[in-house]
Nanobody, 116 residues
Framework: QVQLVESGGGLVQAGGSLRLSCTAS????????MGWYRQAPGKQRDVVAT???????NYADSVKGRFTISRDNAKNTVYLQMNSLKPEDTAVYYC??????????WGQGTQVTVSS
């Protein structure tokens, strides 16, 4: 059974930084496509950043230059380093994985709140 467990969320002032972690189990992590998504109250869930098994990354325009996604295959973990945080970054952040067989799994989410 695939499980994704996120951590690292919290309350931070505008301009601050947080690092989110997502650790996977029950899957051969190094082959998986990984992503971070976020959902603000009353809004749809949107992609924030993704990273392929080969390490290629992609970012939403709103976070380019501020957020960095990375992965450590030895630890089965994907990270999201968030710098220069803004109040509009406030949301529940979800980790996502897609296996080579196209199965998709989600974590439970972690709250990020940025105060102005």
């Amino acid at each position: 059974q695939v499980q994704l467990v996120e951590s690292g969320g919290g309350l931070v002032q505008a301009g601050g930084s947080l690092r989110l972690s997502c650790t996977a189990s029950g899957t051969i992590f190094r082959y998986n496509f990984m992503g971070w998504y976020r959902q603000a109250p009353g809004k749809q869930r949107d992609v924030v950043a993704t990273i392929t098994s080969g390490g290629n990354t992609n970012y939403a325009d709103s976070v380019k230059g501020r957020f960095t996604i990375s992965r450590d295959n030895a630890k089965n973990t994907v990270y999201l380093q968030m710098n220069s945080l803004k109040p509009e970054d406030t949301a529940v952040y979800y980790c996502n994985t897609k296996t080579p067989f196209q199965y998709i799994y989600w974590g439970q989410g972690t709250q990020v709140t940025v105060s102005s």
